[in-house]
């Protein structure tokens, strides 16, 4: 526990991801948007510095993923929204509800190890949302 006569500026206004003032205020609930803006296109969103997007995937739950496929960074904003996830409308990369990449069309996932732990290792960045 910090003490707050340790804390310096930097602490008290940095909100980014990974740092002090961040972590402590993504332990709160947050109103990203009314539940009628959500409907079957993606909405980008920004919050304490990160830029997401928030959509409701086809079964109807509220998904919340950082806005930038982690292939090459193209926006999901433009994403098709799937079943189980969204799918980055470039090349294709499949993510499910917590950013986890499920499917490459143009790499298949059986197609060497190597690869599969690669795809095990990319995700868009997520956080819980209802
Ligand atoms: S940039 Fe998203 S799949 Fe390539």
């Given at each position: 526990m910090i003490k707050a006569s340790e804390l310096t500026w930097d602490d008290v206004i940095r909100v980014g991801a990974g740092t002090l003032g961040g972590n402590y205020l993504r332990s709160f609930w947050w109103p990203m948007a009314l539940s009628d803006e959500v409907k079957d296109i993606p909405v980008p969103v920004k919050l304490l510095g990160e830029e997401l997007v928030l959509f409701r995937d086809l079964s109807g739950e509220l998904v919340l993923l950082g806005?930038?496929?982690?292939?090459?960074?193209?926006?999901?904003?433009y994403g098709i929204i799937e079943e189980n996830g969204i799918r980055c409308a470039y090349h294709g990369w499949c993510y499910d509800r917590r950013g986890k990449v499920i499917d490459r069309p143009a790499e298949p996932i059986k197609t060497a190890p190597a690869a599969a732990a690669q795809i095990r290792r990319a995700r868009a960045g997520w956080l819980p949302s209802r």
């Open positions: 806005a930038h496929c982690s292939h090459r960074r193209a926006s999901l904003e």
